[in-house]
């Protein structure tokens, strides 16, 4: 290859503008401060039942809604038991694995200003519609999973 031939090679990496940086320092700073307030109600024994109410699906039917076990899920994981997250309540714990990625992502975009081709691909083909519907699906299959156990659990 002669020397003034160059292979183009496609970028992975940008430069994020301001307003990219801000966005992210602000989504980076709203996830840890939610995990920060986790940890805090985890480790101080907060009864968060008296904030959110208790499930009246299982006082009712006596069976988990497709939200029991959420908060109980991600106390564990803000407080670092991330495998006993994943068994109370899968469902919670995967999306609390998803905040941290986002919030690293975040991170390296507000402090480095570095920004992801992936990101703009993503926000660019990913709708609002299939963040709901994988969010759904989510919900859904940590619901199963919940269900089956309190119904093995019945016999």
Known sequence: ???NQQLNRPKIIYRASPGERLVAAIVCLAIVGFFVLSWFVAHYNID???WLGYCGFKQKYGLPCPACGMT???LAFSQGRIVQAFY???AAAFLCSIM???ASLAFLIAVFGVYFVFLRRFFAE?????IILALI???LAGWAVTL??????RS
């Open 1 to 3: 290859m002669q020397s």
């Open 48 to 50: 968060t039942g008296w």
């Open 72 to 74: 109980t899920s991600v």
């Open 88 to 90: 109370i309540q899968p």
């Open 100 to 102: 941290v990625l986002a």
């Open 126 to 130: 990913v709708k609002a519609r299939h």
């Open 137 to 139: 699906v989510t919900i």
């Open 148 to 153: 089956a156990r309190a119904l093995a659990a």
